[in-house]
Structure formats: C-alpha cells, structure tokens
C-alpha cells in the first residue's frame, strides 16, 4: 500500500547482503554458531562499529561506508526512476532463480543477524514501478564467493507485469526476460564502471525501478522529502545508505545525503533540540518478553523539527532490527497514558528485535 515502505525493504536487503557478504568473506558460515545472533553484533564484527553504533562515527567514516548502499532518482519530476545499487554479496546469473526471482526460499530464515527472512519483501515494490512494473536487475556474485562451477560474469534480466492476460487465465502475473536459451542475460567485464563518480560498484547489485510511483511531496530531490520519510521508516539501520539525484546538480544532490535513521539524527544533528532523552531497559511485556522503550522529548519551541520525527499518527513505534513495524499515534499518549501536556512533543520507540518468533 505504501511505496516508500516498499523501498525500504529493498534498502533493507542490501543492508543484508553487506552483511553476508562480509561474514563469507571471513570465513564464517552466516548459518553457523560462530555467527553474530544479532544484527548491531554483526556491524561491530564486520565493519569495526562499536554495538553498531554510528552516533559516535566521524561524518567522513560514515559517508565513506554509506558509498556501499546508494539510492539514485533519475527520469523526470513526476516519474522518477529509483536505482539502488550496493556492494554486497551480488548473484551470480544462474542462482537469479533461486535469490531475485524467486518468492517464499527460505534463503535467509537461519541467519539470525539480518532482517530479511522469507525472500518477499523487495517484490512488494513491483506494483509501484509504472504501468507496467518494469525492473532492471543487474548483479555480480563477488569473485571471492563464486562456487568452482560459476563463471564470473555480470547477469542481468528485466521484470515486468505480462502486458496481455486472457480472459481465461483470470490472473495477471510477473515475468522476467531470459536469452534464446532460457538462461539469464550474462556478460563478462572486471570493471562496469557504473556511477564511478558516485562510488564503486564492481560487485554486487544493482536495481532500477523505473517510473516509481512515489506519493505526492516525495517525487522531488530524494536528498529532502524522500530522505525525511525513509529516515522515519528505517529509524535505526545497521548501516548507512547516501541518496543522490541526479536530476539536479545543486545542493546536497551534488555530493548525495547520508541516510542514518531518526534514532541517529536525534542523537547527531538534533540533539541541541531535545528537552531530555533516555531508555527504560528489560520492560516486562508478558509473552513478549523484557523490551526495550527509548524516548525523546522535544523542546517546546523545537515544532518544525518534531513534526520531522513524529506526527498524530506515529508517535510511538515498534522497531525490529531498527525498522519501523507499526506505530501508535499521539492521542494514545494523550488518553491511555495520560500525559496530554507532552503528547505532541513525545517520540517513543519500542525495540521489538528480541520478541520471539511466535509471538512476533
């Protein structure tokens, strides 16, 4: 139902990828014991991040890892193309099947520090991608990764909604393009050279949406409306994600946006405007188990920068592994809480990461 919600479980599968990927590279099956049970444990272990922290981070460092996970608007104001590339694991062309294509491979469900587990989230930004839901999926398995019987070389196919359904067929449905011999489109090449002035992408993958139906008062720069909502959604990722629009060449869109969550921002570029902040740690949730609830309180004068962070419907959200789930809106504060005098200056965050399964 939401396109921006959409995208940001593609956002979410890169921040995965990564993750995996450095797990392979070192040597440790993600699957395995020796493997982080958590996602904040896996940024320490792979990219030095204390707890995974990045309030604490240069700017510098975290612009420089946000390179990994690029999001790039191209095309027109009103129809922007979304590209998200990132330096992660990528796909060798012949498991494309089993990892892009596919839907319920439990791929992911025994890796216990990322997001994603049943292989669905990212088609969930098809219905967004213009009238007939074209995608562009390019990738490259890293050349440490390959299994003995791969070749290394670049796969790519599109996606699209079947332009013509008969009547008796009584569904439409997705199809992706392959060559003569059924096989996914391949080539071979060491380096793309694909928005080298941006950041490098020599592996890994790349995935342009074209003419995604972002909501009114997102289709602008993507460093501004788009950067807010995404922040809001993702309000503590593991790791940082730069927005660049190459529709316009002044401002941030010159250099690109880092994307760090609310969490962050409160705690880096916001905190001169907060009245108090804290955490309430191992809060007895029943069956849910001991959560953890960090609030902000805005300064009363601090209304543009509140209206940023929360608003009459979101309020107080429920976060797994840093991303917004669903929230609850300021008159719950109001009237179950019964805190009227703070309710609009209220940001409540509930961390959900821990809930087990069954519950969840």
């Not at 027109?76 to 990528?90: F, N, Y």
């Amino acid at each position: 139902q939401n396109p921006i919600a959409a995208l940001s479980e593609k956002l979410l599968n890169s921040i995965d990828a990564l993750l995996i990927k450095e797990c392979l590279i070192k040597g440790i099956n993600p699957e395995s014991k020796e493997a982080p049970d958590k996602m904040a444990k896996a940024v320490e272990l792979f990219f030095g991040i204390p707890n995974g922290d990045f309030s604490e981070v240069m700017e510098s460092k975290r612009r420089e890892l946000a390179k990994n996970i690029v999001v790039l608007a191209s095309g027109s104001t009103e129809k922007p193309s979304i590209s998200i590339m990132d330096t992660g694991e990528g796909q060798n062309y012949k498991d494309f099947k089993g990892t892009f294509l596919s839907l319920h491979k439990n791929n992911k469900v025994k890796i216990k520090f990322v997001q994603g587990k049943f292989n669905m989230g990212s088609t969930g930004v098809l219905r967004f991608c213009g009238e007939n839901s074209y995608q562009l999926i390019l990738s490259r398995k890293h050349p440490k990764l390959l299994k003995s019987n791969q070749e290394d070389e670049w796969g790519f196919t599109i996606v699209r909604l079947r332009p013509e359904v008969s009547y008796e067929e009584k569904h439409s449905w997705y199809e992706y393009c392959v060559n003569e011999n059924g096989e996914i489109f391949h080539f071979k090449t060491s380096v793309l050279g694909l928005f080298d002035e941006i950041a490098t992408f020599n592996f890994g993958s790349f995935v342009k949406m074209y003419e995604y139906r972002l909501q009114p008062g997102t289709r602008s720069n993507i460093t501004l409306d788009l950067w807010r909502e995404l922040n809001r959604l993702l309000y503590y990722p593991a790791l940082p994600v730069l927005l660049y629009d190459l529709r316009y060449t002044r401002g941030h869109a010159t250099s690109g946006k880092v994307l760090l969550g609310n969490k962050t921002r409160i705690l880096v570029d916001e905190k001169e405007k907060i009245e108090h902040s804290s955490i309430i740690k191992d809060v007895n949730f029943g069956e849910a188990g001991l959560l953890n609830i960090e609030y902000a309180l805005f300064k009363a004068d601090a209304v543009r920068t509140r209206d940023e962070f929360t608003s009459d419907k979101e309020a107080i959200l429920f976060t797994i592994n840093g991303q917004s789930q669903t929230t609850l809106p300021r008159s719950f504060i109001k009237n179950e809480v019964r805190l009227p005098y703070i309710a609009q200056s209220l940001l409540v965050q509930v961390d959900c990461t821990s809930i087990p399964p069954a519950i969840r």
